[in-house]
């Protein structure tokens, strides 16, 4: 559980702090946000819930330190089956939740940005199960596109 001056640290540090225009402040303006813990090895670890009665990700918005491997744990505490589907460096991570059902999703995000997440059965999206992974850093120089520097919300 995050508490409120971390989660006010957080949110600044993803800037979220403040009104903006960004597609992440206006779709995951509610929810909470959280940050993955790291391991020894460099692996960053949460916990990812469906809360009952609540169609939500719990976090909301999952924020990584840096880009690497991320494993998730899922649990769906709902009356309701749902899904999660999750990106992993240009493949997709799928993995099937029955109510009361508990399973585990080990993505690789090596760059910074943002990584959407959902649960794309029936009307799980529109309702509201839709979350955010923001991987923090910076963009390598090789990466980089050729054009000027872009405003940041």
Request: glycine content about 10%; charged content about 25%.
């Amino acid at each position: 559980m995050t508490t409120a001056e971390e989660r006010t640290d957080l949110l600044n540090e993803v800037g979220l702090d403040t009104q903006n225009r960004a597609t992440l402040g206006r779709v995951l303006g509610t929810g909470n946000v959280a940050r993955a813990t790291e391991r020894a090895d460099g692996t960053m670890e949460a916990t990812i819930r469906i809360n009952p009665d609540e169609i939500a990700w719990d976090p909301s918005i999952l924020v990584l330190p840096h880009g690497g491997d991320v494993e998730l744990t899922l649990f769906n505490d709902d009356l309701n089956t749902h899904c999660a589907l999750f990106p992993s460096n240009g493949d997709k991570k799928f993995i099937w939740m029955v109510n009361h059902s508990k399973g585990k999703a080990r993505l690789n995000l090596d760059g910074p940005g943002y990584y959407w997440f959902s649960s794309p059965t029936g009307n799980d999206e529109g309702r509201g199960l839709t979350g955010a992974i923001v991987v923090l850093g910076e963009v390598p120089p090789e990466a980089r596109l050729d054009r000027p520097d872009q405003p940041r919300p």
